[in-house]
């Protein structure tokens, strides 16, 4: 059974910084890519980073890119990401996730993951 548990979510001001963490277990992570998505309330679910299986290939969200920085270390089974420079807008909660298919439609890709966390809480308010 894959379980996927995010932590590191919490309060930040405007301008702060996190790391999102995610342990991953029940899957050979070192073989699978992997992402962070997000949902902020009342929207859909937002890809935001991914990572391929090494580590030596990324990808950002437009929205994201510069300010969040993606990693993972394959001998902890654990992803993370970490986040600079936060928004109002970056609220949300996040999940790590994996195995999903990305489908085109209404004039965007949206991203569809087969595994997902409970995911972790971001707020950003002064």
């Known amino acids: 059974e894959v379980q996927l548990v995010e932590s590191g979510g919490g309060l930040v001001q405007p301008g702060g910084s996190l790391r999102l963490s995610c342990a991953a277990s029940?899957?050979?992570?070192?073989?699978?890519?992997m992402n962070w998505v997000r949902q902020a309330p009342g929207k859909g679910l937002e890809w935001v980073s991914a990572i391929n299986s090494g580590g030596g290939s990324t990808s950002y969200a437009d929205s994201v890119k510069g300010r969040f920085t993606i990693s993972r270390d394959n001998a902890k089974n654990t992803l993370y990401l970490h986040m600079n420079s936060l928004k109002p807008e970056d609220a949300a909660v996040y999940y790590c996730?994996?195995?999903?298919?990305?489908?085109?439609?209404?004039?965007?890709?949206?991203?569809?993951?087969?595994?997902w966390g409970q995911g972790t809480q971001v707020t950003v308010s002064s």
């Open positions: 996730a994996t195995d999903g298919v990305w489908a085109y439609y209404s004039g965007s890709y949206y991203y569809h993951p087969a595994y």
């Open positions: 029940g899957v050979t992570f070192s073989s699978y890519a």
